[in-house]
């Protein structure tokens, strides 16, 4: 099957920005990103010139916002690359309905938004480790580093992160739950989505691109040539919080 886009089903710390960034610089296959997620609407509108909306669903503007949104994830590749977390999924098929003046399903508006579709499951086996990394980022407000050590992304000044189990479990729950959501999203629509894991990802960055690539009709040997940007955060103290809630 030839696909037009591609979308990176996922939870939060699962490897979704590493991968992100290695389609991104393939050069081949659109720009993927969270334009859906609802915190970075205004961001993506003001940066795009999209006219801010009457209301949150307003029709003029999400279907201004889509046709950039088009540009910007196509990146003058012929392929459409989009990041969508399962928390944002309710949002996004409101806003596509405002879109197209219609009542569907989020699967059927995407297609129609987007074109014949590559759904890309991206899941981490070890919820505890994913857990822990996401009450760490939550906490110091430090969600990326590069490879050279710098920081990539940051959300609030600096703060010293501290151990809080019933924080870290809740998180595991709320992952554990959001992910159990996406399988049932692919089998309630009898759709076979690529599976990809964020152990398999960080370990071999490279061979996953080319897999991906070469589920998206692409050519897979460029990745070859494409060398991760984002580092893993994960040290001794991820460990030792992993330990105290095993």
Same mark, same amino acid.
């Given at each position: ?108 508006? +995407? ?5 014949? $579709? !590559?759904?890309?499951? %991206? @899941?981490?086996?070890?919820? *505890? &480790?994913?857990?822990? =990394? ?66 398999? +990802? ?5 061979? $996953? !691109?080319?897999?991906? %690539? @070469?589920?998206?009709?692409? *050519? &897979?040997?460029?990745? =070859? ?22």
């Amino acid at each position: 099957m030839s696909f037009s886009a591609y979308i990176i089903c996922a939870t939060p710390r699962s490897g979704s920005t590493l991968l992100c960034d290695l389609l991104t610089a393939s050069g081949i296959a659109g720009r993927p990103n969270s334009y859906f997620r609802s915190q970075d609407i205004s961001y993506w509108a003001g940066l795009w010139g999209v006219d801010d909306p009457t209301t949150d669903f307003d029709p003029t503007f999400n279907l201004a916002y889509l046709a950039a949104m088009k540009r910007a994830g196509l990146a003058g590749t012929g392929i459409f690359g989009l990041r969508l977390m399962w928390q944002a999924v309710s949002d996004t098929e409101k806003r596509l309905n405002a879109a197209f003046g219609k009542t569907a399903d989020v699967a059927t508006l +995407l297609e129609l938004a987007f074109g014949p $579709t !590559l759904f890309i499951h %991206l @899941s981490r086996r070890d919820k *505890d &480790a994913q857990a822990v =990394s996401l009450v760490r980022a939550e906490q110091t407000g430090l969600w990326h580093v590069a490879t050279d050590g710098s920081e990539r992304e940051r959300t609030t000044p600096p703060h010293a992160p501290f151990f809080n189990a019933v924080q870290i479990n809740r998180s595991r729950d709320r992952l554990i739950t959001d992910d159990e959501n996406w399988s049932s999203f692919f089998d309630q629509r009898g759709f076979e989505p690529l599976r990809i894991f964020y152990e398999d +990802l960080a370990d071999k960055p490279q061979a $996953t !691109l080319a897999g991906v %690539l @070469s589920s998206l009709g692409r *050519d &897979a040997n460029i990745s =070859s040539t494409i060398n991760p940007s984002t580092a893993k955060m994960a040290d001794h103290t991820s460990f030792l919080w992993k330990q105290r809630i095993s």
